[in-house]
């Protein structure tokens, strides 16, 4: 079992940032990748991007391409999420997720999941 918890998520203006967290404990060692995805209400959810937790290597979903960036910090088996340039369509519930294969995109091949940080963009 691996758990994991998410936080930093919050109220932020438009062209604002923020940096989300995802600490992960239990079964870690089981861990080759830590994905970020995002729901808004009425919508799928959709994949934000992606991190080898080794070698760090990164995979981007096309709407946040060059905005956001995701690293981890190894010996805290934490990873972050940081958000720039925020904009309205970018509110909504954000979870993190691990799994053993790097470079899913799928949030059903996923099957750890935290339970969400709610980030508001407003105008």
């Known amino acids: 079992q691996v758990q994991l918890v998410e936080s930093g998520g919050g109220l932020v203006q438009a062209g604002g940032s923020l940096r989300l967290s995802c600490a992960a404990s239990g079964r870690t060692f089981s861990t080759d990748a830590m994905a970020w995805f995002r729901q808004a209400p009425g919508k799928e959810r959709e994949f934000v991007g992606v991190?080898?937790?080794?070698?760090?290597?990164?995979i981007y979903g096309d709407s946040v391409k060059g905005r956001f960036t995701i690293s981890r910090e190894y010996a805290k088996n934490t990873a972050y999420l940081r958000m720039n340039s925020l904009m309205p369509e970018d509110s909504a519930v954000y979870y993190c997720?691990?799994?053993?294969?790097?470079?899913?995109?799928?949030?059903?091949?996923?099957?750890?999941w935290g339970q969400g940080t709610q980030v508001t963009v407003s105008s």
């Open positions: 991190i080898h937790w080794n070698g760090g290597t990164t």
């Open positions: 997720a691990t799994h053993s294969v790097f470079g899913l995109r799928r949030p059903d091949d996923y099957r750890y």
